[in-house]
Nanobody
Framework: QVQLVESGGGSVRPGGSLRLSCKFS????????IGWFRQAPGKEREGLAC????????NYKDSAKGRFAISKDHAKNTVYLQMTNLKSEDTGVYYC??????????????????WGQGTQVTVSS
């Protein structure tokens, strides 16, 4: 059974940086994808970035390109989301989720299960 646990959220000033972690366990295949998603207050959950395990293929939401970077550390069973130049509109709950048996990834929510519990990011001066 695949399990995901997010960490690394917190409060930061505009222009600051945070690195979120998604620690995973339970994969039985080498083919999987992990995506990062955000749910801002009063808004629908949206996909930000995803990564495929087998060849490090990545896919980003246009608004995340240049400020967010997704990466993985197999030795630590962790996928990261490095966020820089944070803005107030980046405030929200950040989730990671997996698309098991994936060889490519997209940012549609329906492709992903299970999900982590989420970690709060607040960007405010």
């Amino acid at each position: 059974q695949v399990q995901l646990v997010e960490s690394g959220g917190g409060s930061v000033r505009p222009g600051g940086s945070l690195r979120l972690s998604c620690k995973f366990s339970g994969f039985t295949s080498e083919y999987w994808a992990i995506g990062w998603f955000r749910q801002a207050p009063g808004k629908e959950r949206e996909g930000l970035a995803c990564l495929v395990s087998v060849d490090d293929y990545t896919n980003y939401k246009d608004s995340a390109k240049g400020r967010f970077a997704i990466s993985k550390d197999h030795a630590k069973n962790t996928v990261y989301l490095q966020m820089t130049n944070l803005k107030s509109e980046d405030t929200g709950v950040y989730y990671c989720a997996t698309d098991v048996e994936a060889v490519r990834c997209d940012l549609g929510l329906l492709s992903y299960s299970p999900w982590g519990q989420g970690t709060q990011v607040t960007v405010s001066s």
